[in-house]
């Protein structure tokens, strides 16, 4: 089976097959899962840097843990079990065979050291998944074993010889892939209705009057209701965030062996694609119905209130973007000061200048200076872009101490079967890999917590201070509080509970309600402040709705 398996995967690559695989930034939790679906995880991980030596190991601890599950919910051998999860993997980009090749190469070792009872901790240090240094702590997520090591140092000999296995000639090509591909489409900017005309796309201003063409892809032409569109303000929505901002998200039924099945991984290949991102469910630029949650977003609100800025967003956020560094990306938002309309910009970092997994992680964080120097080029970058009468919001940073607070009693979703994992385990093995997306507010150290919320707070004053002093030609500044505190107030009061405003999974990005909600409370805010912002409501939106329907849908 296992030359079978290898030939279809040296056949895929043999035909110029393009692997599609996300590049991810290491301080994030999207490297945590991905070890799961596919010789891309533990066969190219192993022969890959100390920083992806971690990544893979809590990979592997992640499917290790979802064999073991899957075969107590199932009443079945470990076998069946890693079977079972191959087979509920698509087949679409080849995940399922990938799947199938991993566990030819690597399942008999590790089913064996299962059945003898030792725990997906020491299954994936005995593999070879982590490289200890001298002093290094034994990292873990499940109490340690009372069992001899010997069986496990053992079939660790034996399978230390698969972990070059990158460097075979019929495997490089994919395992070169792992960090070379992302997607970016109609989920992160408005649909473009015409690949062959330049000049044609959402956000521009109309072209004659879009006369006889759509030439903004709003859906909408005609030189009558054109006029009547023209007497009211037309603007896109920009936003310019983090993974919070892109909705990173990992289904939970992804990790939970009991709610497993082939639909809840359906999604699966576009989910890659976009990075573990959901902007098209996001509080940004979401617009799509969502079956994880209610989608409000601030697009939508915009778009409602004035039918003529129908696909005119673009969300620009990328997992692991800090304000205070690394702001080069804005470069890729795309407005012309001469051809297009006004535009809406939203900066919203809300935790990353001050998140990373390393132990010293204060000294890694972005200092006051730091963060003005580097907003300030931004706006001055913005400044020569966005055309006249454009506007920009900059939101602070959230006081992450909600997360440990509502998080650290209770039973992370690899431990509810069994309750034998916490949150507080799982953040201290995601920061004894170095690997938690922030140690600052993951730490079981309320000193160190915070240190971190003051530091936040220290960055949200140097936003809320250029929006006071900066001035520009193009667009006005404004500034809000992140809107957590009343998010989490608002949810109370229906009767919810804080710890469900929080993605399950990681522990640390808020969820669909909060999107939701958080849009709805920015919205009312701009509108309560600064109407001016928004433009008036276009009386001619049921004419619109009439005559051209959805508009060409998204």
């Given amino acids: ?294 989608v409000k977003s601030l697009y939508l609100y915009l778009r409602k209130r004035n039918r003529c800025n129908h696909r005119d967003y673009q969300n620009i956020s990328k997992n692991g973007t800090l304000l205070g560094f690394r702001l080069s990306f804005i470069f890729s938002l795309a407005r012309s000061r001469q051809f297009d309309k006004p535009a809406i910009v939203i900066f919203s970092m809300i935790g990353n200048d001050v998140c990373n997994g390393y132990p010293d992680t204060v000294e890694h964080m972005t200092r006051p200076e730091q963060m003005r120097a580097s907003v300030m080029q931004a706006l001055q970058h913005l400044n020569g872009l966005l055309p006249k009468g454009s506007h920009v919001l900059l939101t602070g940073l959230v006081d992450g101490r909600f997360l440990w607070d509502n998080l650290h009693d209770r039973f992370y979703p690899l431990g509810q079967l069994n309750k034998d994992v916490t949150y507080e385990h799982f953040f201290s093995f995601l920061s ?13 150290n309320a000193t160190l917590r915070n240190l971190t919320s003051e530091r936040a707070l220290q960055l949200s004053s140097v936003l809320k201070e250029l929006a006071k002093s900066e001035k520009y030609a193009n667009f006005d500044v404004f500034y809000m509080d992140y809107p957590l505190k009343e998010v989490a107030e608002m949810w109370q009061k229906s009767g919810g509970e804080a710890w469900q405003l929080i993605e399950p999974v990681d522990g640390f990005h808020p969820n669909q309600v909060v999107s939701a909600l958080g849009a709805r409370i920015i919205w009312k805010k701009i509108l309560r402040e600064w109407p001016h912002v928004l433009g008036k409501e276009n009386p001619s939106n049921n004419e619109i709705v009439a005559v051209f329907k959805d508009q060409g849908g998204h």
């Fill in 1 to 294: 089976m296992f030359y079978k398996v290898t030939s279809l995967c040296c056949k895929w690559i043999g035909e110029g097959f393009d692997f599609i695989i996300p590049s991810f930034h290491l301080g994030s939790l999207t490297s945590l899962y991905f070890p799961a679906i596919g010789c891309v995880g533990l066969l190219c991980f192993a022969s890959l840097t100390e920083s992806f030596f971690l990544l893979a190991f809590a990979g592997c601890v992640l499917v290790v843990s979802i064999i073991e599950q899957l075969a107590q919910v199932h009443n079945s051998t470990a076998k069946e079990a890693l079977e079972r999860l191959c087979r509920y993997l698509p087949e679409k980009l080849h995940l399922q065979g990938a799947c199938i090749l991993t566990a030819e190469i690597f399942g008999p070792h590790i089913i064996k050291l299962m059945e003898h009872k030792m725990n997906p901790d020491v299954v994936c240090h005995s593999i070879g998944l982590c490289k200890r240094k001298a002093g290094q702590p034994f990292c873990h997520l499940y109490p340690p074993p009372k069992v001899s090591s010997s069986l496990s140092k053992k079939e660790g000999e034996n399978i230390h010889r698969l972990s070059g296995v990158c460097s075979l000639p019929f495997l490089k090509r994919l395992c070169e892939k792992i960090q070379s591909y992302t997607l970016r489409g109609y989920h992160w900017r408005g649909r473009d209705c015409d690949d062959i005309q330049a000049s044609v796309y959402p956000g521009r201003r109309p072209d004659n009057w879009d006369a006889d063409k759509d030439s903004n892809c709003n859906g909408i032409w005609l030189l009558k209701l054109l006029i009547v569109f023209h007497r009211h303000r037309v603007q896109g929505n920009h936003f310019v965030g983090d993974s919070a901002g892109a909705h990173f998200h990992i289904p939970p039924e992804w990790v939970t062996a009991s709610q497993m099945s082939v639909k809840a991984f359906s999604n699966l290949p576009e989910a890659f694609a976009d990075e573990l991102d959901w902007p098209q469910f996001s509080g940004a630029t979401g617009f799509l119905n969502s079956t994880i949650g209610c």
């Fill in 432 to 444: 004894c890999l170095q690997s938690a997306p922030c140690v600052g507010w993951m730490s079981a």
